[in-house]
């Protein structure tokens, strides 16, 4: 009997955890949602991405557009955005309802006309809107209105957008993740359809293309090539591999840094308002100073030219200088793109590993260095490892 008892009990749980699991999703389609207020709507939309809703009625007599719109922000200081774009697809050029929390925690919802990505005017829209409210409850923020739109207008293209901080009173910029990038579509007022928009899929694409471009050109194999040149040629054994193998690595490099820079100009253009200064200007720097090192091959003096000790110092300074911003450029296109944390932490682990190998290779060279200066100080120095009989021979080769 006990156990009967216990099996009811457990049967029981498990029917309640299962309902629950019912309950919560559905609580996640937008049909299941109330307002306050008794707010109504004849069609509700699940919106795919960022985890929002759009509740709306059309009252074409008057053409009319009595809409709610939900979605939880990126963080509770954050703010959400609903828009509509006149013109085109995109968040830019779109007239948009952005709502947020004021210093004293309360709710407010304003009107924006979005120009760039770095400046947006809060200012009366080009549609009349009426009966603006914003509520904010169990992790989510809502926006109420009525827009007043064009007469016989059948769809509308809008746009959706989440942020985590809000600055002065002015919201500022989001992220740039595949969700915020695919949040737009169209809004079929006669059907009572809304539809998505995958254009955002191939600007991501470009942007994780230019990513892995630049990485490996920049951030890899440009270093791996000069720490070939600095220690391989130090002994005779890799004469004269270790030329073809620097310029192997220099080369191959440039060309993907400039297919990367190349990507680099295509999204510019795709993404108008959208301003990376910094990564941009070491971009150019690199490219241009790149392309000076390709070109310096072709001017590198013969060996007995009493100008080739400045070509030496002009290509190795150079060649440190372009490794250094490279690696710094590297970080600051992680830092935009903000891929998931295992690839920043694996770049971070293979810089880590190519530090520790010069470093390695660097206190060799100079070990052996010094024990045969020591070893046959009658011998000049000529800074070249022979690994046959250890003679020193000239690095400036």
Same mark, same amino acid.
């Given at each position: 009997?006990?156990?009967?008892?216990?099996?009811?009990?457990?049967?029981?749980?498990?029917?309640?955890?299962?309902?629950?699991?019912?309950?919560?999703?559905?609580?996640?389609?937008?049909?299941?949602?109330?307002?306050?207020?008794?707010?109504?709507?004849?069609?509700?939309?699940?919106?795919?991405?960022?985890?929002?809703?759009?509740?709306?009625?059309?009252?074409?007599?008057?053409?009319?557009?009595?809409?709610?719109?939900?979605?939880?922000?990126?963080?509770?200081?954050?703010?959400?955005?609903?828009?509509?774009?006149?013109?085109?697809?995109?968040?830019?050029?779109?007239?948009?309802?952005?709502?947020?929390?004021?210093?004293?925690?309360?709710?407010?919802?304003?009107?924006?006309?979005?120009?760039?990505?770095?400046?947006?005017?809060?200012?009366?829209?080009?549609?009349?809107?009426?009966?603006?409210?914003?509520?904010?409850?169990?992790?989510?923020?809502?926006?109420?209105?009525?827009?007043?739109?064009?007469?016989?207008?059948?769809?509308?293209?809008?746009?959706?957008?989440?942020?985590?901080?809000?600055?002065?009173?002015?919201?500022?910029?989001?992220?740039?993740?595949?969700?915020?990038?695919?949040?737009?579509?169209?809004?079929?007022?006669?059907?009572?359809?809304?539809?998505?928009?995958?254009?955002?899929?191939?600007?991501?694409?470009?942007?994780?293309?230019?990513?892995?471009?630049?990485?490996?050109?920049?951030?890899?194999?440009?270093?791996?090539?000069?720490?070939?040149?600095?220690?391989?040629?130090?002994?005779?054994?890799?004469?004269?591999?270790?030329? =073809?193998?620097?310029?192997?690595?220099?080369?191959? #490099? $440039?060309? /993907?840094? &400039?297919? @990367?820079?190349?990507?680099?100009? %295509?999204?510019?253009?795709?993404?108008?308002?959208?301003?990376?200064?910094?990564?941009?200007?070491?971009?150019?720097?690199?490219?241009?100073?790149?392309?000076?090192?390709?070109?310096?091959?072709?001017?590198?003096?013969?060996?007995?030219?009493?100008?080739?000790? =400045?070509?030496?110092?002009?290509?190795?300074?150079? #060649? $440190?200088? /372009?490794? &250094?911003? @490279?690696?710094?450029?590297?970080? %600051?296109?992680?830092?935009?793109?903000?891929?998931?944390?295992?690839?920043?932490?694996?770049?971070?682990?293979?810089?880590?590993?190519?530090?520790?190998?010069?470093?390695?290779?660097?206190?060799?060279?100079?070990?052996?260095?010094?024990?045969?200066?020591?070893?046959?100080?009658?011998?000049?120095?000529?800074?070249?490892?022979?690994?046959?009989?250890?003679?020193?021979?000239?690095?400036?080769?």
């Amino acid at each position: 009997m006990a156990r009967l008892h216990q099996s009811l009990v457990l049967g029981a749980l498990f029917c309640l955890s299962l309902l629950l699991q019912i309950q919560t999703s559905l609580s996640l389609t937008c049909s299941s949602q109330k307002f306050t207020k008794n707010r109504l709507y004849t069609h509700c939309n699940d919106l795919p991405h960022l985890g929002s809703f759009l509740h709306w009625t059309y009252d074409s007599d008057k053409s009319s557009l009595r809409l709610a719109f939900i979605a939880p922000p990126a963080s509770s200081f954050g703010w959400i955005a609903w828009a509509i774009n006149p013109n085109s697809t995109g968040m830019l050029g779109s007239q948009a309802l952005i709502a947020f929390k004021n210093e004293d925690g309360s709710m407010t919802v304003k009107t924006y006309n979005l120009v760039s990505y770095n400046s947006i005017n809060q200012t009366e829209l080009i549609y009349d809107v009426s009966d603006k409210e914003a509520e904010y409850e169990g992790g989510e923020m809502r926006i109420f209105a009525t827009i007043s739109l064009p007469k016989n207008t059948q769809k509308l293209n809008q746009v959706w957008q989440v942020g985590s901080r809000v600055a002065n009173g002015m919201p500022s910029i989001h992220a740039f993740q595949p969700e915020n990038l695919n949040s737009k579509g169209t809004l079929d007022l006669i059907k009572g359809q809304s539809d998505t928009s995958s254009g955002g899929n191939s600007r991501l694409r470009n942007r994780n293309i230019h990513g892995v471009l630049n990485s490996v050109s920049w951030g890899i194999m440009l270093p791996i090539g000069i720490m070939i040149a600095r220690y391989l040629r130090a002994f005779k054994l890799f004469h004269p591999a270790w030329f =073809y193998l620097h310029v192997f690595c220099q080369v191959s #490099g $440039y060309a /993907i840094g &400039v297919a @990367g820079w190349a990507t680099g100009l %295509k999204l510019g253009a795709q993404s108008k308002g959208v301003q990376y200064t910094t990564h941009r200007y070491i971009g150019i720097t690199l490219f241009c100073a790149a392309t000076l090192q390709v070109f310096a091959l072709f001017l590198r003096p013969k060996k007995d030219n009493k100008f080739r000790s =400045y070509w030496n110092i002009y290509h190795h300074g150079l #060649g $440190y200088g /372009i490794v &250094v911003l @490279g690696i710094i450029n590297v970080f %600051k296109g992680l830092a935009i793109l903000d891929p998931e944390k295992k690839w920043r932490l694996a770049y971070i682990v293979l810089i880590i590993i190519l530090g520790g190998i010069s470093l390695f290779l660097e206190a060799i060279t100079w070990i052996v260095v010094v024990k045969r200066k020591s070893s046959d100080s009658e011998k000049p120095y000529d800074g070249i490892i022979d690994s046959k009989n250890g003679r020193q021979e000239p690095l400036t080769s």
